[in-house]
């Protein structure tokens, strides 16, 4: 009979024991490694017009770090082939820059059928002076600002970047302050419209000649609007159109990534801008991210977005 007396006791001390100890709050020490970050979200950035004459806005969302003094900023711009431009999207990095230190802001821009180049690219340097003209009211040093973009808004990113200096671009509002930018990353993007589908297969690459192609609509319009036409049709009106066109001693230091699986861009694109960049004595860098697909889960992995703070701290902290 003593047995089992002795069994009920010690379970009793052990439940006692553990009520006890559950009344006890434990401490968590905390480093502050990283800023909070509220957002701001469509705030109308320009109002432009469609082909019709309709009144479009264009909005875009911030990203702001709780911060006492000015920090650099990146305009973001995302992708969606010129026919869509979803400034929700690539939060997880957009997210990650902005904890870095940066008042992060991604924009809407006009797409195609409703657009033809150049209109997407003054969109793009309306925000830049947007973001100087309220830099104050959004805690930016106006003089530390990156552009940034994936695919059509690599590509983008990279003409704001090649166009530096450049006058014929700013079109709009805040033509009191200038679209120059610091520091410009190419995730993906194109450089030469009239070779999007060099990498692949013979049948992709005759996609890419259509009229109905993306980068075609985008130089040449469609039918309804314009004359239209394949992005072969007019090698002047491309050739204004890519980035490589205006590089110049104005154009500000360069990081180009590019996803060896990429299925929709062809690698070569990348590859093809930082070699001029290079050749005109431009700072340039290009990483071929292994395994990468076009806008996969590649791209939102610490590695990558090590890569691009890093590029971001030399040029706009440092």
């Known amino acids: 009979m003593i047995r089992p007396v002795v069994k009920i006791v010690t379970l009793l001390l052990a439940s006692m024991t553990l009520f006890a100890a559950s009344k006890e709050s434990k401490i968590l020490e905390v480093k502050l490694n990283k800023p909070s970050v509220n957002v701001i979200a469509d705030l109308a950035y320009t109002q432009t017009q469609n082909p019709f004459g309709q009144v479009t806005q264009l909005n875009m969302d911030i990203l702001k770090p ?45 797409v195609v059928p409703n657009t033809t180049f150049p209109e997407p690219l003054e969109d793009a340097k309306t925000a830049v002076r947007y973001l100087k003209e309220n830099a104050k009211k959004y805690g930016i040093d106006p003089n530390r600002i990156a552009v940034m973009g994936e695919s059509a808004g690599g590509y983008l990113s990279a003409l704001v970047g090649t166009t530096n200096g450049m006058k014929e671009f700013d ?101 093809i801008l930082h070699e001029a960049l290079i050749d005109k004595g431009i700072d340039s860098t290009r990483y071929i991210v292994k395994g990468a697909n076009h806008a996969d889960q590649y791209w939102c992995q610490k590695e990558v977005l090590d890569v691009i703070i890093g590029f971001l701290d030399k040029n706009l902290k440092k």
């Open 66 to 110: 709780n911060s006492k003094t000015p920090l650099p900023a990146v305009l973001f711009i995302t992708g969606g082939g010129f026919v869509q431009s979803p400034k929700e999207n690539y939060i997880q990095q957009r997210l990650a820059i902005a904890e870095a230190g940066y008042v992060v802001a991604s924009i809407e821009y006009r």
């Open 171 to 271: 079109k709009g509002e805040y033509l009191n302050q200038n679209s120059d930018v610091q520091a410009a990353i190419d995730i993906y993007g194109l450089s030469d419209l009239t070779k999007v589908g060099d990498d692949y297969s013979k049948e992709i690459q005759e996609v890419h000649k259509s009229a109905a192609a993306p980068e075609a609509m985008l130089v040449n319009g469609i039918a309804v609007f314009g004359p239209g036409g394949s992005i072969l049709s007019n090698l002047d009106k491309a050739k204004a159109a890519n980035p490589l066109t205006y590089i110049s001693k104005n154009t500000p230091p360069f990081l180009l990534m590019h996803g060896d699986n990429d299925m929709l861009v062809s690698p070569s694109q990348t590859k």
